[in-house]
Nanobody
Framework: QVQLVESGGGLVQAGGSLRLSCAASGRAFSTYTIGWFRQAPGNVRESVAT????????SYANSVKGRFTISRDNAKNTVYLQMNSLKAEDTAVYYC????????????WGQGTQVTVSS
């Protein structure tokens, strides 16, 4: 099982950028699919982006396509979420999560990092 810690959140003006990091500890990180999720107050948690174990396959929510980029560095046990052209509606707590090669669900979650975009 991996343990995940997010960082990089903060307050930014609309149109600005942030890069979130998800640092992992534990064995076999490079075999896990990693996802970024977010949850705004009063809203359900939604998937933002996912990346396969080797970084080749990525997917994005329609709301962030063309603005966010997910990437990973398995040598550093870290996954990144580059967020550009931020909008007020991107304000949320962002979480990273891991799904094992044999798992169906994202079973390991970080504690989250707050992103606030001021308009």
């Amino acid at each position: 099982q991996v343990q995940l810690v997010e960082s990089g959140g903060g307050l930014v003006q609309a149109g600005g950028s942030l890069r979130l990091s998800c640092a992992a500890s534990g064995r076999a990180f490079s075999t896990y699919t990693i996802g970024w999720f977010r949850q705004a107050p009063g809203n359900v948690r939604e998937s933002v982006a996912t990346i396969s174990w080797n970084g080749i396959t990525t997917s994005y929510a329609n709301s962030v396509k063309g603005r966010f980029t997910i990437s990973r560095d398995n040598a550093k046990n870290t996954v990144y979420l580059q967020m550009n052209s931020l909008k007020a509606e991107d304000t949320a707590v962002y979480y990273c999560a891991a799904r094992s090669a044999t798992g169906f669900d994202f079973s390991a979650w970080g504690q989250g990092t707050q992103v606030t975009v001021s308009s």
